[in-house]
């Protein structure tokens, strides 16, 4: 399509320009047409690496502020001329276009300069993200929640709702993680951009790229903050530093860790339980199991029965930042 109206363009331009020379020779005709055909070609290059280069925000801040401004500059010489200023009537002819000058060129550039904090361009934009329902809720993906992959199972449950936004800078992180000379890393980024397509393909997910960066902020998790401050919305991580900095910056946060953490089942002591034994413990006589959810199970006095499948008793529960663990005895014992 793209390339049909390129071909398009420059057979216009051609015949546009040989219009101009129908009273000329052949050979002139057939010259303007060549040169308006190079030109136009030249025109084109040029047009699409603007386009290509400026984000669509940056471009639609352009347009919006230079409107803007010719509205304000068409006020305030509504202003000026209501005021009758007998001794600048003989200069109005140039007041008049330098107000139109100054008030477009200097609003459109506060809304250049501006353009990754004015949240009212996103509507122009991608209008679609903005239904009474969705407004308020962005959910922002960080890098870890991402390679993590759990993020997609959470929302096939229809757990995790609104809009899921992959910033632009998160997926150039992917990208470098995915081109790592260190092979677990290479695995980790390739896995991330899996999930990511998965994702994509998946109608009952909503997720929507997005451009907004910051050339004044160099780490990807001041970036997610700020991002998230902006747009209003909540981040999804995995990441305990990032979730502790939202958090001092009253950005609300959704760790899956912890989610995972609250969905694991709730023991007491007295329960009793059934483990297979897999390795050994760092005390004396331990032994260390599994639960099906990952929960690790320590055993007093079963290091005489690695291998075995054990009915155990729990004693204690210990919560910490990495899991649950359970401290139990051999039932027999």
């Not at 020379?21 to 084109?44: D, K, N, Q």
């Not at 005021?83 to 002819?93: G, K, N, P, R, V």
């Not at 991330?192 to 050339?215: E, R, Y």
């Not at 160099?218 to 909540?234: G, R």
Request: proline content about 2%; overall charge negative.
């Amino acid at each position: 399509m793209i390339i049909f109206l390129r071909v398009v363009f420059i057979a216009m331009s051609m015949l546009l320009s040989s219009l101009f020379f129908v009273e000329w020779p052949f050979y002139y005709i057939i010259a303007a047409a060549l040169v308006a055909g190079v030109a136009s070609l030249l025109i084109l290059i040029l047009v699409e690496y603007i386009l290509h280069t400026f984000p669509a925000r940056l471009f639609a801040a352009a347009i919006i502020g230079l409107i803007i401004g010719f509205i304000l500059g068409h006020l305030i010489n509504l202003a000026y001329g209501a005021l009758h200023i007998t001794a600048l009537d003989e200069y109005s002819h140039i007041i008049t276009p330098l107000i139109y000058h100054l008030s477009g060129f200097f609003v459109m550039m506060y809304f250049i300069i501006n353009y990754d904090e004015i949240l009212f361009l996103d509507r122009i934009i991608s209008p679609d993200l903005q239904s009474a329902d969705e407004k308020m809720a962005y959910k922002i993906l960080d890098t870890s929640v991402i390679i993590d992959g759990r993020i997609a199972d959470l929302c096939d449950t229809g757990f995790i709702e609104g809009i899921l936004v992959i910033p632009n800078f998160v997926l150039n992180e992917l990208q470098m993680i995915a081109d790592s000379a260190d092979s677990i890393k290479r695995n980790r980024g390739r896995r991330g951009l899996d999930i990511l397509n998965k994702m994509q393909k998946d109608q009952s997910i909503m997720v929507k790229i997005t451009d907004m960066d910051f050339a004044d902020i160099s780490e990807v998790d001041a970036k997610l903050v700020k991002l998230a401050k902006i747009m209003n919305a909540k981040v999804i991580t995995n990441d305990f530093n990032l979730n502790k900095v939202a958090e001092f910056h009253g950005v609300p946060v959704l760790n899956i860790n912890q989610l995972s953490n609250a969905l694991k089942p709730v023991v007491l002591p007295g329960e009793e339980m059934r483990v297979a034994l897999i390795k050994e413990g760092k005390d004396q006589n331990q032994a260390i199991g599994y639960l099906d959810d990952g929960t690790m199970v320590v055993v007093e006095n079963g290091r005489k029965r690695l291998n075995d499948e054990v009915d155990v008793t729990v004693t204690s529960v210990l919560q910490t930042t990495a899991g649950r663990m359970i401290f139990t005895r051999l039932k027999e014992s």
